[in-house]
């Protein structure tokens, strides 16, 4: 048997022409490709382990994923090497060794995304931010990110995953909006996160922004139990994956 290293990678990658991170039959993922491009390099299949998931069209600057691979290469060798094998829309920002017991998900203490919204047209930023069409009140936004802090149960900000014994519970610990020039930023961080959790937050921060969602409404889905109503989802678009803290 061929001898190997565990390796922990962060990717980046743009998510818009991608049907997420996890490999599906007959989709291009980014879980997919970049399988494709290690197993092009070592010349035998390669299987790689995420952190977790991103939704087809979110993106990512910092995505850390695992892998076996054969004793063949330095790392700066594979840096180089997945440059010209990677498509141009996914980059391997670093490569490096670990211990066989690493597991790129399960070892990981905490997630942080944001999610960027502009108030006005913007050809150069329409794949990377929300384009909203209206004008937001930030001290509702803020009103609402504040409420987001701390350990809740999100079943009503989340797609279950149809695992009884999967918890829905979370504990945020950075919940919050900045302004960056034009644009407004949420910045989330948290243990855990769940399937269209980020960005049903965000949609359902906006419609409390808008008026058509009181702050004690907002409140209640957060306290649970599970709502008839769930919260309104925001386009995928506009969410990055930042990092990831082991």
């Known amino acids: 048997m061929q001898e190997t290293n565990r390796h922990k990678f962060i990717f980046e990658y743009d998510g818009t022409h991608f049907s997420g991170w996890q490999r599906q039959p007959d989709e291009r993922t980014v879980q997919g ?9 070592f010349q035998k299949e390669i ?17 850390a994923a695992h ?19 990677l498509p141009n829309d996914v980059a391997l920002l670093k490569a490096e060794k670990i211990s066989p017991g690493f597991h ?3 070892d990981a203490v905490s997630r942080s995304y944001t999610y960027r919204l ?13 384009i ?48 960056a020039g034009e644009v407004l930023v949420y910045r989330i961080k ?25 702050l004690d409404q907002f409140e209640k889905l957060l306290s649970g139990p599970e709502s008839v109503q769930k919260g309104h989802t925001a386009p ?4 990055v994956l930042e990092s990831v803290e082991y």
Not at 47 to 63: F, L, S, Y
Not at 73 to 85: N, P, V
Not at 191 to 211: P, Q, Y
Not at 236 to 239: D, E, Q
């Open 33 to 41: 490709v970049i399988e494709g491009a290690f197993s092009t390099l």
């Open 47 to 63: 299987k790689i382990a995420g952190q977790g998931r991103t939704d087809a069209g979110v993106h990512a600057t910092g995505q």
């Open 67 to 85: 892998a076996d691979l054969p004793v063949r290469f330095e790392e700066y060798r594979i840096l180089h090497a997945m440059k010209g094998l």
């Open 104 to 106: 790129a998900r399960f």
């Open 118 to 130: 502009l108030e006005r047209p913007s050809p150069l930023n329409r794949h990377f931010t929300w």
């Open 132 to 179: 909203y069409h209206g004008t937001l009140r930030e001290d509702l936004l803020n009103e609402s990110a504040d409420k987001i802090t701390g350990t809740h149960d999100f079943i009503n900000f989340c797609i279950p995953s149809g695992d009884e014994y999967q918890t829905t519970e979370c504990t945020i610990t950075e919940s919050f909006w900045e302004k």
């Open 190 to 214: 948290g243990n855990r996160f769940l399937r269209h959790m980020v960005r049903r937050i965000v949609g359902t921060m906006v419609r409390v922004s808008e008026g058509k969602l009181r």
């Open 236 to 239: 995928a678009r506009g969410l």
